[in-house]
């Protein structure tokens, strides 16, 4: 599995969850986090398919069909101020393949300015 994470700026960036064999994916769970705190950052957007949890800066799926690959919008904090600085932000995920064989904890590299 893939995951893209992005610098928290303020703009909306596009992230990706992707199957890197040929097998597909039927759960996921991701969520957005500041890299030394661990505390939530950010928010997805709507999208086909996904369940938004705003609450923990998290998106998951609304159905266990066979996935290949999910396209998540996720959308910075704004600045405080003008002269607030840019951050950064990693992506963990928990990824379900079967009922029984799932991965847990994956993260991206941390993105930053």
């Known amino acids: 599995m893939e995951i893209i994470s992005v610098d928290e700026n303020g703009v909306e960036e596009d992230s990706s969850l992707n199957s890197t064999s040929s097998s597909s994916f039927t759960g996921f ?6 890299p030394k705190t661990l505390q939530f950052i950010g928010h997805f957007l709507p999208g086909e398919g996904l369940h938004l949890m705003p609450e923990c800066s998290a998106v998951t799926h609304r159905n266990a069909k066979p996935k290949s690959a999910v396209g998540l919008l996720w959308r910075a904090p704004p600045r405080r101020t003008d002269t607030d600085t840019k951050g950064e932000v990693i992506f963990r995920a928990t990824i379900v393949t079967t009922k029984t064989v799932f991965y847990q904890n994956l993260l991206a590299q941390v993105v930053d300015d």
């Open 29 to 34: 769970l991701v969520q957005a986090l500041k």
